[in-house]
């Protein structure tokens, strides 16, 4: 496997794209320091402070057909999830798509990105960001309440350790879904998760509302049931009502 080390850059994610686009052979990983514009959904910025956290970027060149890669990064929510659960934090759980919470507090972010035709894909770039060693009170003040870390959940954790624990969950999943498609996946998505169950609020495009996650459909997407209909979610932001 060739992985590119790097003590800073901006985003792992626009590296891997360029390594993609020239080439790069699937199971590349950039893995940088520090990030100094780490990228979220919804083009928001990720916090990546120096040697506080793993953030990488995977390159994969799959033969599935590209309708199937958006589940891909229900994929990856699975593998970081397990194993942050044998990292110490087996309350850890996945919000719908792909965030992994503990308690309520975000402590992974997920951004898969895509190239592909209609035929097939060129690449997929699961970008990855875990927080690590940051101190609650280090996050900036306007998500302080809503992010949490390893360190400021009590566990010392080593990032080497982890992020091998993580690479191994991603390709065995990925080999899964390569021979027998994503059907498996999204089963092991839903027991995993802190949605499917609860009440929900709802912000994509379009709307907003309020409803009870109920399932996943065959594609990945959120099923919420407002009382008079169910509405499927296919990209938005999710929160969890208390
Ligand atoms: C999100 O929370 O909306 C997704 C955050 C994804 C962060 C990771 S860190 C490594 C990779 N490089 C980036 O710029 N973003 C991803």
Known sequence: QNVVYLETTNSTNEIAKEYARNGAEEGTIIVAEEQKMGRGRFSRSFYSPFAKGIWFSLILRPTFFPLEASKSTLLAAVAVCRALR?????????????????????????????????ERID??????????GIERIEFPEDFRDKTTSF?????????????????????????????????????????LSCTIGNEVQVISEDKTFIGKAVDLDNNGCLLVDTGTKIERVIAGDVSIRP
Do not use: C, H
């Open 86 to 118: 044998s990292a110490g934090l087996p309350q850890a759980a996945i919000k719908w798509p792909n965030d992994i919470l503990v308690d309520g507090r975000k402590l992974v972010g997920i951004l898969t990105e895509l190239s592909a035709s209609m």
């Open 123 to 132: 690449y997929i770039v699961m970008g990855i960001g875990i927080n690590t």
């Open 151 to 191: 360190l400021a959940e009590g566990i010392a954790v080593s990032r080497k350790q982890l992020l091998a624990a993580v690479l191994a969950e991603l390709e065995k999943l990925y080999m899964v879904a390569e021979t027998e498609g994503f059907d498996k996946i999204l089963e092991d998505w839903k027991t």
